[in-house]
């Protein structure tokens, strides 16, 4: 009787094996997500490349049908050619925003958003620094900046409390003195924490 039992119960096992799935999007989930890539091209040792970067930390709270609400911050970084050198320009914002969830399979394991947030903050040129190395002076000002993004991310979870992310956004801003728009797009990883 034990042996049957005991056949029984792994037959069961193997039969509803695909049947238990870890729940997820579910709402008022939350997750911390880093994220990081490049800004308006690819990265080039060339020095007239207006290389750029990014570094993002947000917080991010799912609603109902696997939407969400994200808030945080970002730091981005961005070079321009001048002579011999580059100028840097940074801008810290801050972010907050909701992202529709337009396609996901069954199984909730690769999901696409796409996303619309509000952007504030603050841009300095040459780190305040207004006589450049040729002794030139630089006439951008450091100032307030304010707009918004448009996103488009895919997340697909490496397991059931760590998320990876793919990220394309189109940031809009105005108070800028280096153009309005700027491209961006890298990877992310989401660290769900209840």
């Known amino acids: 009787m034990k042996r049957l039992s005991l056949i029984v119960a792994v037959v069961l096992c193997l039969v509803f094996a695909d049947q238990a799935h870890a729940q997820r999007c579910l709402p008022s989930m939350q997750g911390i997500q880093v994220t990081g890539g490049m800004v308006d091209g690819f990265h080039s040792p060339d020095k007239k490349n207006e290389l750029g970067y990014y570094f993002g930390l947000s917080m991010a709270t799912y609603a109902k049908s696997g939407n969400k609400w994200v808030f945080g911050t970002e730091f981005l970084n961005k070079y321009y050619p001048y002579k011999d050198n580059r100028i840097p320009v940074s801008q810290f914002t801050g972010e907050g925003g ?82 309005r728009f700027h491209f961006q797009y890298g990877l992310g990883l989401k660290f769900i924490i209840n």
């Not at 690769?110 to 002794?135: C, H, M, P, Q, R």
């Not at 993004?149 to 793919?166: G, P, Q």
């Open 98 to 179: 909701y992202f529709l969830k337009f396609l996901s399979d069954h199984n909730k394991v690769v999901l696409f958003s796409l996303g619309a947030s509000a952007l504030a903050g603050y841009e300095t040129s040459n780190w305040g620094e207004k006589t450049l190395f040729d002794g030139s002076t630089l006439h951008n000002k450091d100032r307030f900046i304010y707009g918004g993004a448009i996103t488009l991310e895919m997340e697909t979870y490496l397991s059931d409390c760590v998320v990876l992310l793919l990220t394309a956004r189109e940031r809009v801003l105005w108070g800028t003195s280096t153009g």
